[in-house]
């Protein structure tokens, strides 16, 4: 059964990245119409990853796991096919006056997020059962919060089938076009080891001197928060050298730790991703991507000198021997992964800053170039 999960999830993913790609070079359908066939998609390969790692539910046998992860597809598949299918009906014959299929349908595909929602992220899931509660049964709450509150036909109609709001709203479309565009440009210099040409780079860097074992932290963190955009990814790639190397040269535990962790927390502030707070500055401004990235750097830049002043500080007062790390000698293929990964950032400025070609298209065409130079 694992290894028909495999080929299935290969399949869905292959799917989903064509079609993808098919509308950045597109645009056909429109970004409404790429969430409507997508998110169920997302919803399915989640699933199928899950069932074939056993993580899907843990405490299930297997046999229940792949029996409710068959249903879960089936309902995704259905979403998929009737609102595909009806897009246009209801959108516009039908807006506002939604039959009681394209509610129970779109409900399906609400149900199966705030499941995942649930799984991955209790939290967040206990805020929406509560603000929900609150359109609802809001006549209940005293004071000025007080409301008359809202059917349950309507939360269901807004949180679903209605395109402006829900799980094909604003946020899924700027997920799959504006940040998967970028996503996409990010993943084929991980793929092929750019990020590893970063930390090897960093890495013998910080054998040149004794206090600079910890700048490797700083300055690793910084070229792969370009990349990934992630503080966690940035402390697990680089952290997992860093971290060992400073506290054998004398760094306090705490102290080495706390070292990586503000250099990583830069990934968060790091153009052009910037832990995807770009994007929705954009979208909820009405800026250009452009303009907020351009503005971006500043900030980030005057965030990591920071950084490593109070870094060379802590290494000069507790630092005592030099260790060196173990890396690889420089070779040609990390200066060629070098070479592309600033051409990717240069590549980027340069068709949004000087030829205002439009983000999406602009990540698309360097996508394209690095994919075939590596």
Same mark, same amino acid.
């Given at each position: 059964?694992? /290894?028909? &999960?495999?080929?299935?999830?290969?399949?869905?993913?292959?799917?989903?990245? @064509?079609?993808?790609?098919?509308?950045?070079?597109?645009?056909?359908?429109?970004?409404? +119409?790429?969430?409507?066939?997508?998110?169920?998609?997302?919803?399915?390969?989640?699933?199928?990853?899950?069932? %074939?790692?056993?993580?899907?539910?843990?405490?299930?046998?297997?046999?229940?796991?792949?029996?409710?992860?068959?249903?879960?597809? !089936?309902?995704?598949?259905?979403?998929?096919?009737?609102?595909?299918?009806? !897009?246009?009906?209801?959108?516009?014959?039908?807006?506002?006056?939604?039959?009681? &299929?394209?509610?129970?349908?779109?409900?399906?595909?609400?149900?199966?997020?705030?499941? +995942?929602?649930?799984?991955?992220?209790?939290?967040?899931?206990?805020? =929406?059962?509560?603000?929900?509660?609150?359109?609802?049964?809001?006549?209940?709450?005293?004071?000025?919060?007080?409301?008359?509150?809202?059917?349950?036909?309507?939360?269901?109609?807004?949180?679903?089938?209605?395109?402006? &709001?829900?799980?094909?709203? %604003?946020?899924?479309?700027?997920?799959?076009?504006?940040?998967? /565009?970028? *996503?996409?440009?990010? /993943?084929?210099?991980?793929?092929?080891?750019?990020?590893?040409?970063?930390? =090897?780079?960093?890495?013998?860097?910080? =054998?040149? /001197?004794?206090?600079?074992?910890?700048?490797?932290? #700083?300055?690793?963190?910084?070229?792969?928060?370009?990349?990934?955009?992630?503080?966690?990814?940035?402390?697990?790639?680089?952290?997992? $050298? &860093?971290?060992?190397?400073?506290?054998?040269?004398?760094?306090?535990?705490?102290?080495?730790?706390?070292?990586?962790?503000?250099?990583?927390?830069?990934?968060?502030?790091?153009?052009? #991703?910037?832990?995807?707070?770009?994007?929705?500055?954009?979208?909820?401004?009405?800026?250009?991507?452009?303009?907020? @990235?351009? %503005?971006?750097?500043?900030?980030?830049?005057?965030?990591? *000198?920071?950084?490593?002043?109070?870094?060379?500080?802590?290494?000069? %007062?507790?630092?005592?021997?030099?260790?060196?790390? $173990?890396?690889?000698?420089?070779?040609?293929?990390?200066?060629?992964?070098?070479?592309? +990964?600033?051409?990717?950032?240069?590549?980027?400025?340069? *068709?949004?800053?000087?030829?205002?070609?439009?983000?999406?298209?602009?990540?698309?065409? #360097?996508?394209?170039?690095?994919?075939?130079?590596?």
């Amino acid at each position: 059964m694992k /290894s028909i &999960t495999r080929i299935l999830f290969i399949l869905s993913a292959l799917f989903f990245f @064509v079609y993808l790609f098919r509308y950045y070079l597109t645009g056909e359908g429109g970004p409404t +119409y790429l969430a409507v066939i997508l998110v169920p998609v997302t919803f399915i390969l989640y699933t199928m990853d899950a069932l %074939r790692k056993n993580s899907f539910y843990p405490r299930l046998s297997p046999a229940t796991n792949y029996l409710l992860g068959g249903g879960y597809i !089936f309902l995704s598949l259905i979403s998929l096919f009737y609102i595909g299918y009806e !897009f246009e009906e209801i959108g516009t014959v039908r807006a506002g006056f939604y039959s009681m &299929t394209d509610i129970v349908v779109g409900g399906l595909m609400f149900v199966l997020v705030m499941e +995942y929602t649930r799984k991955q992220h209790f939290e967040l899931f206990v805020v =929406n059962i509560i603000l929900i509660l609150y359109a609802v049964y809001g006549w209940l709450v005293p004071g000025m919060f007080g409301h008359p509150g809202l059917a349950w036909e309507r939360i269901l109609s807004s949180v679903s089938v209605e395109m402006a &709001t829900g799980v094909f709203s %604003r946020l899924p479309q700027l997920a799959l076009t504006l940040i998967g /565009s970028f *996503l996409l440009v990010l /993943s084929v210099l991980s793929a092929f080891g750019c990020v590893d040409s970063i930390v =090897n780079t960093a890495s013998r860097l910080a =054998n040149k /001197s004794a206090h600079a074992l910890p700048q490797a932290a #700083v300055l690793g963190s910084m070229g792969v928060a370009t990349v990934s955009g992630s503080g966690a990814a940035n402390a697990i790639t680089i952290g997992s $050298a &860093t971290i060992p190397a400073m506290i054998a040269s004398g760094i306090p535990r705490v102290h080495a730790a706390a070292i990586e962790c503000s250099a990583s927390l830069g990934g968060q502030l790091m153009p052009p #991703v910037m832990g995807i707070a770009a994007f929705l500055m954009a979208e909820f401004l009405g800026k250009s991507y452009f303009d907020v @990235v351009a %503005r971006g750097y500043a900030p980030a830049l005057i965030y990591y *000198l920071g950084v490593s002043l109070g870094v060379y500080l802590i290494s000069v %007062r507790y630092q005592t021997t030099n260790v060196g790390l $173990a890396v690889p000698k420089t070779g040609v293929k990390d200066k060629i992964n070098l070479v592309i +990964y600033v051409g990717v950032i240069a590549g980027l400025i340069a *068709l949004m800053g000087i030829t205002q070609a439009e983000p999406t298209r602009a990540a698309l065409k #360097v996508f394209i170039t690095a994919g075939i130079a590596v």
